[in-house]
């Protein structure tokens, strides 16, 4: 047997055994996480090992929804992501084509000073935010978190835009100023159909940013529980020894599934998004 049929052999009964590993890895703590929420704490007790729990209970999701309010939580949370995604797209398009498309100075160091805010620690801006933040009134609002994610998210959605935005070809955006387009209506009519990958890759960035966020959320919304975002709440439920397990993991579900669901649903988008750009040609 030569080398190269070995190896095509070795690569056909090994890829399978690669990818079923990693799968079950990534997907066991999600699963072992749901499992629990759904477990009865008494049998929890009695019998901590077990991954398959001999009854369902949807009590603990009624508790953490109810109780704890993680409706409420929910609902500032989905403002705050909506909002920042709605507005940084608004901000980051006609940003982002203006570096692809105009001839302006600075134009090729431009997009890695948006960049340089990531050299910075989010700690080390978190003092002076509170501190203008306070002093603007804006504390303890969803109004100032969320200009709080747009600052965070705008200069590395830009950056994503940018390489897209570059690879559509000029010849189309001419054809359309030759048909009467403005440079608005082309970025509208033709640029923006063309990218909805790259939106949807960028969108879901800015998207998962604003619910996972947790330190501005402290910093700004923890005076006001009726302000609390999903991880907050979660939060105060792994801080307390009040709360069982079970009821702590249902929390953990309530702040994923959103974020699985908006992944699987924008699967196909998302992989050409984050694609988008690597190659010219």
């Keep these: 047997m030569s080398r190269d049929s070995f190896e095509r052999i070795l690569f056909r009964y090994l890829k399978p055994l690669v990818i079923l590993v990693l799968f079950v890895v990534t997907a066991f703590p999600f699963f072992y996480m749901v499992m629990l929420s759904v477990r009865d704490i008494q049998e929890l007790i009695l019998d901590p090992g077990s991954l398959w729990p001999s009854s369902f209970t949807l009590d603990t999701y009624v508790n953490v929804l109810t109780r704890q309010g993680f409706l409420t939580f929910m609902r500032n949370s989905a403002i705050i992501a909506v909002a920042s995604v709605a507005f940084t797209l608004l901000i980051s398009i006609p940003g982002a084509y203006a570096v692809a498309r105009l001839r302006f100075f600075g134009r090729r160091q431009v997009h890695f000073l948006f960049l340089a805010v990531y050299l910075f620690p ?30 965070q998210t705008v200069p590395v959605t830009v950056y994503m835009l940018r390489n897209y935005f570059e690879t559509v070809p000029q010849s189309v ?109």
């Design 122 to 151: 989010a700690i080390v801006l978190a003092i002076p935010l509170f501190v203008l933040f306070t002093m603007l009134g804006l504390r303890g609002s969803l109004v100032g978190l969320i200009l709080v994610y747009i600052a």
């Design 173 to 281: 955006e001419e054809a359309a100023a030759i048909d009467g387009c403005t440079r608005l209506s082309t970025i509208w009519r033709v640029v923006l159909p063309l990218s909805k990958p790259a939106l949807m890759a960028t969108g879901l960035y800015a998207f998962m940013i604003a619910w996972n966020e947790f330190l501005f959320a402290l910093l700004f919304l923890v005076e006001r529980r009726d302000s609390w975002t999903v991880s907050l709440g979660l939060s105060q439920l792994a801080g307390s020894i009040e709360i069982p397990t079970t009821v702590l993991m249902a929390g953990s579900v309530v702040l994923t599934l959103p974020i699985v669901i908006v992944f699987f649903a924008s699967e196909r988008l998302l992989t050409e998004g984050l694609t988008a750009g690597a190659e010219k040609g």
